[in-house]
């Protein structure tokens, strides 16, 4: 799993295209999913996790459509 967060965070770099909080939102959905599975993670819980109210949550993450 650390290979793959290594390769988000060092591709994140190369383009700036997340900002800081974005790229911690992302490290950790990619931690829970690796821990319960895609299917049962929620953004409640990536939310939770980075210690954010889940309508803050969609306010840092774009939607796929929007990119």
Do not use: H, P
Not at 16 to 41: C, D, F, H, P
């Amino acid at each position: 799993m650390n290979k793959w967060i290594d390769y988000i965070v060092s591709e994140n770099s190369k383009n700036n295209k997340l900002t800081k909080k974005q790229e911690n939102i992302l490290v950790s959905a990619v931690e829970l999913i690796s821990e319960k599975g895609y299917e049962r993670v929620s953004t409640a819980e990536i939310a939770k996790k980075q210690e954010l109210q889940k309508e803050r949550f969609f306010v840092n993450i774009k939607l796929k459509r929007s990119y």
